[in-house]
């Protein structure tokens, strides 16, 4: 659970940060942009992996590229269901998932897997 929640405050920042840098992307208070976070990480639960599956041929043939658009069209859906989280098209939701996606990987990077260090 404590993994979840730090999941969801980097989201949060990851949103933030795209909302600050990537036209297009907006939000309307700071709890539409948690409820973004949270609801981005459920979509990337439960659908994320549905649609990867569907879309791997393409994937394959792009290289990994097409992951970009998987990746724009969850948060695309987060944008649908809430109201207050305004993503402007397909540009502005690749450009949302690229520094979403940079994000999550610095803070990856920055906090260490607690289920690595105890089978190690």
Known sequence: MVRFILQAVVTALGL?????????VAFLSTGSLVAAA???????????????????????????LFLLVV???????????LGGFVVDGLWAGIGAAIVT????????????DRRIQREG
């Open 16 to 24: 933030w940060l795209a909302a600050n840098l990537v036209p297009g």
């Open 38 to 64: 949270v609801l981005l990480g459920l979509v990337n639960a439960f659908v994320r992996p549905v649609l990867v599956f569907i879309t791997f041929p393409l994937t394959v043939i792009t290289l990994g």
């Open 71 to 81: 990746n724009a069209a969850t948060i695309g859906i987060v944008a649908r269901l």
């Open 101 to 112: 996606g940079l994000c999550s990987w610095v803070a990856g990077g920055l906090i260490p």
